[in-house]
Every structure is written in structure tokens, then in C-alpha cells.
């Protein structure tokens, strides 16, 4: 971001806000991502950008839900997906998609969330976004284990799928949210030393990525197990 403000690139100055901002949502910090990402949307106002625009648009909408304001979030991505729609964008259309069905599943939209992820699913799959089909695995775990003990065995499925994924891929992020959901679906399964294991590993993984928004909720569970 010090060498994209330092020129008169607004097509550096946006990506690198984006960036940025994505990372904090990556680690659950709206505190961080907020301003730098409606900084890039004020910079989307001054050109061109419809590779960027949608993104960053999402990118926003996340971090809004991540306050507490889930309408404004899923008005943000509704109008990502639009934009990027309209434009015939496929670049990150997908990890919209995933953004918004895990926004509808924290507003407890859980049919509009299953509808979501079975539009993203076969893109995912179509176009080799292997990365996005992990996070895909993630956000469908959570939609079962909302669903209660009745969808556990999907919800454990879904995360082991996730969890194979992101060690194959190295995306430690996705690793260490799909464990603590492993260990969710355990101790809604009755099998307590799994989720003991699996917890374990979940807040070693999210202590070490500074992922604070998912280490207290995963570190709660992990003491129930003890």
C-alpha cells in the first residue's frame, strides 16, 4: 500500500486496499479490513475497474456481516455478484458466491444458503477453482451442523473433504476452520475424544494465523472437551 499510494495508480492504489483488506477478513478482523476496503470502493468511484469492483464489493459486504450488519452485507454481495454478472467477470464469481451463502447461513437463511452453494459447487468443479471448492466444503459443514444432529454425518463429511483439501492445497486458513467444525460435529456426535483431537489442532492452527474471531469460540469447545 506505501509504494501504491506513492503513485498516481489507482489500479495499483485498489488492489493493494483489496489485499489488504482481504487478508483481515481472513482473519476475521472487520476492525482492520473496514476502512482500508471502503477506502478501494472510493477509489472504484474514480475509474474503471470491473475486475475489481465486484471484489471489492464483496470483500466489503464481508466485513460488514462480520459486524453484526447482515443485511448490509448480503445488499454489498448482491450487488457484487450483479456487477460481475453484468460485466461476464469470471474471475473470484465464485468466491462471491461462497461469500454469500456463508453470509445467509450466519443470518440463519439456511435454504437460500443451500441454494447458493449449489449454484458455486459445480463452478467451482467446472473451472478447477480447487481452492474455492475447499471453502465450499467449509460453508456446506456449517449449513449441516445448523441443521442439528440429524445432519452431523454431512457435516463431518463436508469438513474432512475441506480439511483433506487445504493440506493438500497449504491453505492453513481453511485447515484450521475446518478442524474446529470437525470438532463440532464430534461433540454434537457424542465423540468426544475426536473433537478433543481435532479442537486441539483447530486452536494451534488459528493461534498461530492470529485468526482471533474463530480461535475463542474453537478454544471454548476444546475446554468443554477436557
Not at 482473519?27 to 472510493?42: C, I, T
Not at 457484487?80 to 437463511?109: F, H, N, P, S
Not at 456446506?140 to 452431523?152: F, K, M, N, P, W
Amino acid at each position: 500500500m506505501r509504494i501504491a499510494n506513492g503513485t498516481d495508480n489507482l489500479q495499483a492504489q485498489v488492489w493493494a486496499c483489496y489485499t489488504l483488506g482481504h487478508v483481515s477478513l481472513a482473519r476475521g478482523d472487520a476492525d482492520l479490513s473496514l476502512p482500508v476496503l471502503e477506502h478501494a470502493r472510493a477509489l472504484c468511484e474514480k475509474g474503471e475497474f470491473p475486475v475489481y469492483r465486484p471484489r471489492v464489493l464483496g470483500a466489503l459486504g464481508q466485513a460488514r456481516a462480520f459486524t453484526g450488519k447482515l443485511s448490509d452485507g448480503l445488499a454489498l454481495l448482491e450487488q457484487a455478484l450483479k456487477e460481475a454478472r453484468t460485466t461476464r467477470v469470471a474471475y473470484g464469481y465464485t468466491a462471491l458466491l461462497i461469500a454469500q451463502a456463508e453470509t445467509y447461513v450466519k443470518d440463519g437463511r439456511l435454504d437460500d444458503a443451500a441454494r447458493v452453494a449449489a449454484e458455486a459447487l459445480p463452478l467451482a468443479r467446472e473451472r478447477g477453482e480447487r481452492g474455492d471448492e475447499g471453502w465450499l466444503s467449509d460453508v456446506l459443514g456449517t449449513l449441516a451442523l445448523r441443521r442439528g444432529r440429524s445432519a452431523v454425518d454431512e457435516a463431518t463429511a463436508r469438513f474432512e473433504e475441506g480439511t483433506a483439501l487445504a493440506r493438500e492445497l497449504a491453505m492453513r486458513p481453511l485447515e484450521a476452520r475446518c478442524l474446529a467444525g470437525l470438532g463440532e460435529a464430534d461433540l454434537l456426535a457424542g465423540r468426544r475424544q475426536d473433537a478433543q483431537a481435532h479442537l486441539t489442532e483447530a486452536v494451534s492452527l488459528l493461534r498461530s494465523a492470529a485468526m482471533q474471531r474463530w480461535l475463542a469460540p474453537a478454544a471454548a469447545l476444546l475446554a468443554i472437551t477436557t
